[in-house]
């Protein structure tokens, strides 16, 4: 399953950090605005060594630790560096059970780490992911990637190929029964409203019509992507792989 993460944000709650902690994650919400992620993530990791249950370096960190794993070749790599950023996440929900961050990246963490390690830990982690994705959404209705994330589970559990679905019959769980194209499509189409200039959010908008054959709803989507200027990270790769799909259907 293709969980894919979208724009981060820095945090800007402050409560009971020191002024050195509070400028130290101003400084690391600066370097993420500016493409500069590896270095906004090594600051969010100093605040942890001087206040390791930090809420907004806790869910900035396994964050941006996932993205950072997502953009490696080697399998083996990622898989260790998607089990680091769930275990921050894990801790980060144990501490803050009632913040919608906590439980977006335990969601984004896990849902990497079971693309990676096998069908059957994919198809328990489903449920989970689930779980988390809607008390993410319900804590942080206004966080767009919130609703991308759900666009996409929906649609990849609704669309699951036949050899899923065979492994799934498998495992005691099964996949959730609750997967809807219709939601794919409208918490996709609503992370695009509240955040327009994401090109990620189109292209997994666009794959998903492809995936239900709607063919000129991709197309339509696509072409707009490729048209857009670039202001996050990973903007180019991502409008060129709009390039290739939008090829790919022509």
């Not at 009971?16 to 994650?25: N, P, S, V, W, Y």
């Not at 206040?51 to 260790?80: F, G």
């Not at 969601?107 to 994919?122: I, S």
């Not at 759900?150 to 492994?167: F, T």
């Amino acid at each position: 399953m293709t969980l894919i993460i979208f724009l981060i944000s820095a945090g800007t709650l402050f409560v009971g950090a020191t002024d050195e902690i509070k400028k130290m994650l101003e400084r690391a919400g600066e370097k993420v605005e500016q493409m500069k992620e590896g270095e906004a993530l090594e600051i969010y990791k100093e605040v942890l060594e001087k206040d390791p249950e930090n809420y907004e370096a806790l869910w900035n960190t396994s964050l941006l630790t996932t993205r950072k794993y997502y953009r490696m070749s080697d399998e083996d790599v990622q898989i260790e560096g998607y089990k680091e950023a769930l275990e921050i996440a894990e801790k980060t929900v144990e501490l803050y059970p009632d913040k919608g961050h906590s439980h977006y990246v335990f969601a984004v963490a896990k849902g990497r780490y079971a693309d990676l390690v096998g069908t059957r830990f994919m198809i328990e982690a489903s449920h989970k992911i689930r779980e988390s994705t809607k008390k993410a959404a319900e804590l942080i209705p206004e966080y767009a990637p919130v609703w991308h994330l759900y666009g996409v589970w929906h649609s990849d559990i609704a669309n699951a190929n036949r050899a899923e679905r065979a492994a799934a019959r498998l495992v005691s769980v099964g996949l959730p029964d609750d997967a809807d194209n219709e939601k794919a499509e409208e918490y996709l189409k609503k992370a695009i409203e509240m955040m327009p200039e994401s090109i990620l959010f189109r292209v997994d908008l666009a794959k998903h019509y492809i995936d239900i054959d709607e063919e000129s709803k991709a197309i339509e989507v696509l072409k707009e992507a490729v048209s857009m200027e670039v202001t996050m990270m990973d903007d180019d790769a991502k409008k060129e792989e709009a390039k290739e799909l939008l090829e790919g259907l022509k």
